[in-house]
């Protein structure tokens, strides 16, 4: 989503779609301590200024395998191979992550351009998110409007270009937009069960970023397989 993104446009075709459930499995035997641990109450937040304190609350530097380790368990997973949009996966065995928790959803790669970068979305009703970004590692401050104004674009933000359909959402914050939800074409979608074994089978010696973010999501505490809005528009390349 952010402006550096743009450079590399994707030509999308977006459908209404009504689609299945994603399959995996949400058993865990992999739990490990964390390093990076929330303070109490603020592990699970389910709205982008509830992530703002949470990152106000963590040690700098913070790095994004650090803010997800950081969450509560178990996390409600959802990886797709979709190429479509800013984040784009990179195959079967580095796949798109969504991780959600009420309201809020956060995407990232686990390989890639955009591996140090986490969108954000917040459901705000009748297929419509407010979107957001943070760019990883932090170092200092973390000012509350910073997901906002790394996608703000005059009047919108970037992920209008894709999404449309952009309105103001001040009871949010004076710098918020909503869009619309988009989904992925459900056949797009990977079992819980195999990114676990990316997990298990990475080698951090020769993939350290990789693994890092996989072990961020599946080493400390159980996880649970989720899916994408499948009321929304499915998007894909042509």
Do not use: W
């Not at 402006?3 to 490990?32: N, W, Y």
């Not at 641990?37 to 200024?49: M, N, Q």
């Not at 933000?157 to 999404?163: A, E, I, K, S």
Request: glycine content about 8%; hydrophobic content about 35%; proline content about 9%.
């Amino acid at each position: 989503m952010t402006r550096a993104g743009l450079v590399l446009v994707f030509v999308v075709a977006c459908v209404d779609d009504d689609a299945g459930d994603a399959a995996g499995d949400g058993t865990d035997s992999d739990a490990r301590p964390r390093q990076c641990v929330a303070p109490p109450g603020l592990g699970s937040p389910s709205s982008v200024p509830a992530l703002v304190e949470l990152v106000d609350a963590l040690p700098r530097p913070i790095s994004l395998p650090c803010l997800i380790e950081s969450l509560d368990r178990p996390l409600e997973i959802y990886a797709s191979t979709s190429t479509a949009g800013a984040q784009p996966a990179q195959g079967q065995r580095s796949p798109r992550i969504f991780v959600t928790n009420g309201a809020l959803r956060l995407s990232l790669v686990i390989e890639g351009d955009g591996i140090n970068t986490l969108e954000l979305a917040q459901d705000v009703g009748d297929r419509r998110s407010v979107k957001g970004e943070i760019a990883f590692p932090i170092v200092g401050p973390f000012a509350p409007d910073e997901p906002y104004t790394r996608v703000f674009a005059g009047s919108g933000t970037v992920c209008g270009t894709c999404h449309g359909e952009e309105y103001s959402e001040t009871e949010i914050h004076p710098s918020a937009y909503s869009s619309e939800v988009f989904q992925d074409d459900p056949s797009e979608s990977l079992p819980l069960s195999l990114v676990r074994q990316y997990f298990r089978d990475c080698d951090p010696a020769r993939e350290p970023d990789r693994c890092a973010r996989l072990d961020a999501l599946f080493g400390h505490g159980e996880v649970s397989p989720g899916d994408l809005p499948r009321l929304a528009k499915v998007c894909r390349e042509r």
